[in-house]
């Protein structure tokens, strides 16, 4: 996207002094926020803490609508037939109505990110809203098609991630260092590792809604019943339709992974374990919701807060990629087998040989991450790269330039 000619900073007015008071006062906020702020700027440009932490917490906001209409609608579609204009999507469209105005506010005015967040942020929601009418398409050409690793859903998730990178590279180059810098980047992550452990939902989802409806209890309304029959598939092809090594191979691979690279980023001890923990959190608060007020219940995964703190150990110890991954994957799988023995885990597919394929794929991409993590070009891209033609050769410690 074009930038305008960068121009003078003007004295802004003081921004409202808390979050509560701009709620409490929305025109008065705009009036503010409109001739102090939303004028023609670059990436890179000069941008105080305060003003910071106000572009970031909307993002914040973003993301968490987008997170809880998007749990809510997993458990939806194990209840009833889909519906564009349903309340998750209402919910979750907000949020995405939020991050787009937040895009262009960054776009126009160059606040907050340099160069490389803003074409992530640009992308990833060029991508994302691609993906909308495409996904609308999709639903009315194949029925009900209520699985979460449908092509059109990955590029839902393609895009959320690829935004998320940006917004992550933004908050972490130009946060000056301290408590707020570390929360809200965690805050981040875990609207990422969300994201990325999105998918497997449908299975943890399924493998209650199906034992439910084998037991005569079915948790699905039956015109979802009688529409999936009409289409010629069964409980088990909607409920549980991918096969079963998919749950702990994604777990790993995306999961793992992405908690991994929070712990290498943030460079926080116990940055996985926290990230995860708050996930669960997260998930059963959801969980006790929507059962309170009718909807189908999932087991939760588990399994992800017993790797997340093998790999905070590994790393704490320096362990290479080549140790560190086998271990981890043998924690998770360890947890699998006691979830799986008291009936908390959707299908996981246990033949030696699956397993072990598993855990040589996790362990060859925390390889190749130490790989990057060791060359020089990975210095270079962690720089900011601002439109003033100023490109520090070593990544800076944080913290926004100051007007």
Not at 182 to 187: I, S
Not at 254 to 277: I, P
Not at 359 to 387: I, M, Y
Request: overall charge positive; glycine content about 8%.
């Amino acid at each position: 996207m074009p930038h305008a000619a960068p121009v003078a900073d003007r004295a802004a007015p003081p921004a409202p002094g808390s979050v509560r008071t701009a709620f409490r006062h929305p025109v008065t906020t705009l009036r503010w926020l409109w001739p102090a702020y939303v004028t023609p700027g670059r990436p890179g440009r000069p941008t105080t803490q305060q003003e910071l932490r106000w572009i970031y917490t909307a993002w914040l906001g973003a993301f968490l609508l987008k997170m809880l209409g998007s749990s809510w609608d997993v458990s939806w579609h194990f209840m009833w037939l889909r519906d564009d204009l349903a309340p998750p999507h209402l919910l979750n469209s907000a949020g995405t109505v939020l991050v787009v105005a937040l895009v262009l506010f960054s776009s126009y005015t160059g606040y907050g990110v340099d160069r490389r967040a803003l074409r992530l942020v640009q992308g990833g929601t060029a991508v994302f809203l691609v993906a909308v009418p495409v996904d609308i398409v999709n639903h009315r050409i194949n029925g009900l098609d209520i699985t979460s690793w449908s092509p059109s859903h990955a590029l839902l998730y393609l895009g959320t991630a690829v935004m998320l990178a940006g917004v992550i590279r933004g908050w972490w180059l130009y946060a000056a260092p301290g408590r707020v810098r570390d929360a809200v980047a965690l805050g981040l992550w875990l609207f990422l590792v969300e994201n990325a452990v999105f998918p497997n939902q449908h299975q943890e989802y399924g493998v209650l809604s199906l034992r439910a409806y084998e037991a005569g209890r079915t948790t699905a309304e039956q015109q979802l019943l009688d529409f999936a029959a009409a289409q010629g598939q069964t409980p088990t092809t909607f409920m549980l339709p991918v096969p079963s090594w998919v749950h702990p191979a994604w777990l790993l691979c995306a999961g793992l992974l992405s908690l991994l690279v929070a712990r290498r980023v943030t460079g926080l001890r116990w940055a996985a374990t926290t990230v995860a923990a708050v996930y669960l959190a997260y998930r059963a608060a959801v969980w006790l919701g929507l059962v309170a007020i009718g909807f189908p219940p999932s087991v939760l995964p588990l399994a992800l807060l017993a790797g997340a703190v093998a790999v905070d150990l590994a790393v704490s110890r320096r362990l290479p990629g080549w140790l560190a991954g086998p271990l981890v994957a043998a924690v998770t799988y360890l947890a699998g087998a006691l979830l799986a023995a008291v009936g908390a885990l959707p299908p996981w597919n246990w033949e030696p040989e699956v397993v072990l394929l598993t855990g040589a794929g996790f362990t060859l991409l925390w390889a190749g991450l130490d790989v990057v993590a060791r060359s020089r070009s990975l210095t270079t891209w962690c720089a900011p790269l601002e439109e003033h033609g100023e490109r520090p050769p070593v990544p800076v410690a944080g913290g926004a330039p100051t007007r």
